[in-house]
């Protein structure tokens, strides 16, 4: 599709973006076992030793940013967008670039403040902070549509509004696994 095609192309609905974060929250779990919890497992098993929390947490930040960016810059989709016919474009109808494709990323990731500080406010505990980062990622997040005051078939979420990205809805005669 040309860049204008695909610039017309209405954004995903609310449950469309519910179920893609939902898959890939799927997907990234694939992805972590491999680049983080083998490393990490190696590292312990060999060596007895474990990285400190904060370094963890930059590792697989980055491992993820990686993730993100490689696909938003090489198709507009990641697999699970794929699977849902979302691609992410910029303004103007064209594949990210990697700088906004980072800075989407970074803008998509203030979620996690919240949730931080929610854990502090009230001393979560491991599962409840799993609990509080799943929902907040899977429902309270994609709620940032409703914010935009645009008509519905062009409403973005609050990242890529703060990216200058869009999310469109593809058409079902178009899917292409890349």
């Known amino acids: 599709m040309s860049p204008s095609e695909l610039n017309a192309l209405p954004s995903p609905k609310f449950w469309r973006r519910v179920s893609c974060g939902l898959y890939e929250q799927l997907v990234l779990l694939g992805v972590i076992a491999f680049t983080f919890l083998l490393p990490n497992l190696a590292l312990g098993i060999l060596f007895g030793a474990s ?54 990323y970074i803008f998509g990731s203030l979620w996690l ?22 929902t907040v990622a899977l429902f309270i997040w994609p709620l940032s549509t409703f914010l935009d005051r645009r008509p519905v078939s062009e409403r973005q979420g609050l990242p890529d509004r703060m990216a200058g990205t869009r999310l469109v809805e593809l058409p079902k005669h178009l899917v292409t696994i890349s």
Not at 66 to 80: D, E, M, N, P, R
Not at 113 to 134: D, R, S
């Open 113 to 134: 403040v919240p949730c931080v500080l929610l854990q502090w406010m009230f001393h979560l505990e491991k599962w409840q902070i799993i609990e509080m980062l799943f």
């Open 51 to 104: 990285l400190p929390s904060w370094l963890t947490f930059l590792y697989l930040y980055a491992v993820l940013g990686i993730y993100f960016v490689w696909y938003w810059t090489k198709s507009g989709q990641t697999l699970a967008m794929q699977t849902w016919r979302v691609r992410m474009i910029d303004m103007n109808g064209y594949n990210l670039t990697r700088r906004q494709a980072l800075w989407r």
